[in-house]
């Protein structure tokens, strides 16, 4: 009796323990939930390393042409309440899930996991996601600093307008380091979630129960200005030239979003490779991505 006790047991441990962490992801911009060659492809390479496990990847809106446009025109803060109530409707997700989003994605799951209500998120992967906020043209080549520049100049202006910031997604994270204030002050979306006008205990608590904030960076990248937004830096405040890093500004200083004390906790991971905005090899992702999914 007590042999078969003991077998049961470990029959049934070995069951759970197999239960594989389920997966959320979120797509980038001009991008959709389903596209087999995108999210589709990420969810193989995903299905392969990690048999069984259950993935969502987030639809907002009621069809993918729909999903695609509100990447560009819905308000963040309502695409996260879409958000939010898929995830919290759907059953296989209420023991907790993994997080992975795509560019843009990846700074929107963060504001899931500080905005929504009764989730659990354990890790949090951020694909290239911008949590600083981008001052730049995707392409825009390094060299020719003139017209670059100029054309940031044009939307540091722009981008602030009530107008621009209620209908266009990418200014609700544009940030224009020369002028904080207005940044601060105008920005509907990116200031608030990185609780940079009022400390939110709420943002910072929950953000810190995350169990680990991986964000990788593309080396290369020609979409992200600056790249080391997808580190949590950004230019120094007051000018667009020098780069600092998480750890040189006051956001880390101050600690008012807990990133400080994520980062002496070893719960911040900081991951690179060579290439282009999202040019991610099998080879990177099962060796450096797959074991923060298991
Ligand atoms: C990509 O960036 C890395 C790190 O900055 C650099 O060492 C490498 O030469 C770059 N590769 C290309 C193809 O530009």
Partial sequence: MLRYLVAFA???????????????????????????????????????????????????????????????????????????????SDENLANGFNAMGFSQGGQFLRALVQQCDGIKMHNLIS?????????????????????????????????????????????????????????????????DLNNENTVNEVYKQRLMSLNKFVMLRFN?????????????GFYAPGQDMVIQSLQESNLYKTDQLGLQAMDKNNQLVFLATDGDHLQISTEFFNEQIIPYLK
């Fill in 10 to 88: 470990t029959v049934v441990t070995l069951t759970f323990a197999e239960t594989p962490t389920p997966l959320v992801i979120w797509h980038g911009m001009g991008d959709s939930c389903c596209n087999p060659f995108s999210m589709g492809s990420i969810i193989r390479m995903v299905e392969a390393q990690i048999p069984g496990i259950y993935t969502l990847s987030l639809k907002i809106g009621d069809t993918t042409t729909a999903d695609i446009m509100n990447g560009f025109l819905k308000p963040i803060n309502e695409q996260i309440e879409m958000a939010c109530s898929i995830v919290k």
């Fill in 220 to 232: 290369n990248d020609t979409m992200v200005q600056p790249v080391a937004s997808e580190w949590f």
């Fill in 127 to 191: 694909i290239g996601g911008q949590h600083q906020g981008v001052n730049g043209f995707p392409k825009c080549p390094v060299d020719d600093f003139t017209i670059c520049n100029t054309l940031r100049h044009v939307l540091n202006t722009a981008a602030y307008s009530p107008a621009i910031q209620d209908h266009l997604v990418q200014a609700e994270y544009w940030h224009d380091p020369i002028n904080e204030e207005e940044y601060k002050t105008k920005n509907i979306f990116l200031p």
